[in-house]
C-alpha cells in the first residue's frame, strides 16, 4: 500500500497568513493527488485534483505543487473560511489512501 | 446539482449487520465509479471500498475485505454497502464518494454521511 505522509499535524496561523501543507507519497504516484478541506460535521471537499489543478468554484488562493513524491498545499492567504482541516489523498492505485490529517486553527 | 444521499446508518451490536444505501441524483450514476469512505470519531478518513461502472472492477480495504460487499444498482441510481460481522472499530460515518473520470479516483462529490454505531 502507498503511505502518505501528510504535516504539520496542525497550524495555527492569522487570517492573511500563507500556509503549507505538505504529504509525501511512499513511492512514485506521478500527479495522482487530491487535496480535501473539511469542516466541522461535513463531508470533505475537493480542492485540488491532479497535484495541481484547481477545483471548480474553489478560490485562487488554494494552489498545489508536486515536486517528485512531495506535495504541498499552499493557501496564499489564509481567509476565516480556510480553518479546516485538511487531507492528502493519493489516487494511483487502490487501496486509495489518505494523509493523517492537517488541522488549520486561529492563532 | 450533484446530490448524494446516505441512509441506514444505526446502532447494531458487534457481530452484526446493516446495509447502507446511498442515493445519487443529478448526473449519469451509471456512467460513474463510486467509493465508500469512513471517518471513525474524532480521526482521519479511510477508504473502505470501490466499484466501477458495470461491477468491474471492485475493490476493499483489508479492514474490510471478507465482511463488507459494495453494490450499484443503475436503475436505480443507489450505491449500497452491506456489512456484516460488524466490530467495535468499524464505529465511523460513512460518506459515499463520486469518483471522477479523468483523472480517476479523485473524490470529487461527497454525500452527507451516516454514522454507524457498533456497541453492546
Known amino acids: 500500500d502507498i503511505q502518505m505522509t501528510q504535516s504539520p499535524s496542525s497550524v495555527s496561523a492569522s487570517v492573511g497568513d500563507r500556509v503549507t501543507i505538505t504529504c509525501q507519497a511512499s513511492?512514485?504516484?506521478?500527479?495522482?493527488l487530491a487535496w480535501y478541506q473539511q469542516k466541522p460535521g461535513k463531508a470533505p471537499k475537493l480542492l485540488i485534483y491532479?497535484?495541481?489543478s484547481l477545483q471548480s468554484g474553489v478560490p485562487s488562493r488554494f494552489s498545489g505543487s508536486r515536486s517528485g513524491t512531495d506535495f504541498t498545499l499552499t493557501i496564499s492567504s489564509l481567509h476565516p473560511e480556510d480553518f479546516a482541516t485538511y487531507y492528502c489523498q493519493q489516487a494511483n492505485d487502490f487501496p486509495l489512501t489518505f494523509g493523517g490529517g492537517t488541522k488549520v486553527e486561529i492563532k | 446539482e450533484v446530490q448524494l444521499v446516505e441512509s441506514g446508518g444505526g446502532l447494531v451490536q458487534p457481530g452484526g449487520s446493516l446495509r447502507l444505501s446511498c442515493v445519487a441524483s443529478?448526473?449519469?450514476?451509471?456512467?460513474?465509479?463510486m467509493n465508500w469512505v469512513r471517518q471513525a470519531p474524532g480521526k482521519g478518513l479511510e477508504w473502505v471500498s470501490f466499484?466501477?461502472?458495470?461491477?468491474?472492477?471492485?475493490y476493499y480495504a483489508d479492514s474490510v475485505k471478507g465482511r463488507f460487499t459494495i453494490s450499484r444498482d443503475d436503475a436505480e441510481n443507489t450505491l449500497y454497502l452491506q456489512m456484516s460481522s460488524l466490530r467495535a472499530e468499524d464505529t465511523a460515518v460513512y460518506y459515499c464518494a463520486r469518483a471522477t473520470v479523468i483523472p480517476a479516483a479523485h473524490l470529487d462529490y461527497w454525500g452527507q454521511g451516516t454514522l454507524v454505531t457498533v456497541s453492546s
Open positions: 443529478g448526473f449519469i450514476f451509471s456512467s460513474y465509479e
Open positions: 466499484i466501477s461502472t458495470s461491477n468491474t472492477p471492485i
Open positions: 513511492q512514485g504516484i506521478s500527479n495522482w
Open positions: 491532479a497535484a495541481s
